[in-house]
């Protein structure tokens, strides 16, 4: 019954690498996010799409970018990895009208860059 | 810009009493969704319940309702009844209202419950 799959549970990339997080959600839901979860600062929003090839930046989007080709998905891309990186990554998607839908969510990617 | 606060970074409880956690709000919209998020410890966000900012009556779902007090800004989480499996840390987040192409989410720095047996 997953409905929102994010590519890896655990990942370890060195500093300056390409690193790609990829999340595939299969509810038809037309708005994605990215966040960033640490420790004392919660959630933070990274960038967020409502359409396919549609993005939008977030709070926090300096050194990351995304791709949406596909309706089902949302890649992060950390175009190069720095160890202030390291951190929990969460994807979400929610239907239209946004204010009265909560997100689903996948399980996380827990990202760490040596 | 939104602003959600919960100022408990972690409360305890006993098995089967009632808890409540809080959550205040700022915002400059008529129009908002209000949430409480589940983090257990393996990481997923499990969606709990949602109040919107028109709505009149506190909403409710199974053990956990939500204590609307619009013009304090408040959106207290209500767990009862509390089971270990209730043991998470809590988020409560504020969604907004006129951007309905997406309607990004703010999200407060979580609230860490023990339930002890």
């Known amino acids: 019954d997953v409905k929102v799959t994010q590519s890896s549970r655990y990942l370890v990339k060195r500093t300056g690498e390409k690193v790609f997080l990829e999340c595939v959600q299969d509810?038809?839901?037309?708005?994605m996010f990215w966040y960033r979860q640490d420790p004392g600062l919660g959630l933070r929003l990274i960038y967020f799409?409502?359409?396919?090839?549609?993005?939008e930046k977030g709070d926090i989007p300096e050194g990351y970018s995304v791709s949406r080709e596909k309706k089902e998905r949302f890649s992060l891309i950390l175009e190069s990895a720095s160890t202030n990186q390291t951190s929990m990554y969460l994807c979400?998607?929610?239907?239209?009208?946004?204010?009265?839908?909560?997100?689903?969510f996948g399980s996380g990617t827990r990202l760490t860059v040596v | 810009a939104q602003k959600i606060t919960q100022t408990q970074p972690g409360m305890f409880v006993q098995e089967k009493e009632a808890v409540t956690l809080d959550c205040t709000y700022d915002?400059?919209?008529?129009?908002?969704?209000l949430f409480w998020y589940k983090q257990p410890s393996s990481g997923e966000m499990i969606f709990l319940i949602y109040q919107g900012s028109y709505d009149q009556q506190n909403a409710t779902e199974g053990r956990y309702s939500l204590n609307f007090q619009k013009a304090r800004k408040s959106a207290n989480l209500v767990i009862s009844a509390s089971q270990l499996g209730d043991s998470a840390m809590y988020f409560c987040a504020m969604r907004e209202a006129y951007n309905t192409n997406a309607g990004k989410s703010t999200f407060g720095d979580g609230t860490t419950l023990t339930v002890k047996p």
């Open positions: 509810m038809d839901h037309e708005n």
């Open positions: 799409s409502y359409d396919v090839k549609m993005k």
């Open positions: 979400a998607s929610s239907p239209p009208l946004g204010r009265i839908y909560g997100y689903t």
């Open positions: 915002t400059s919209d008529p129009s908002y969704g």
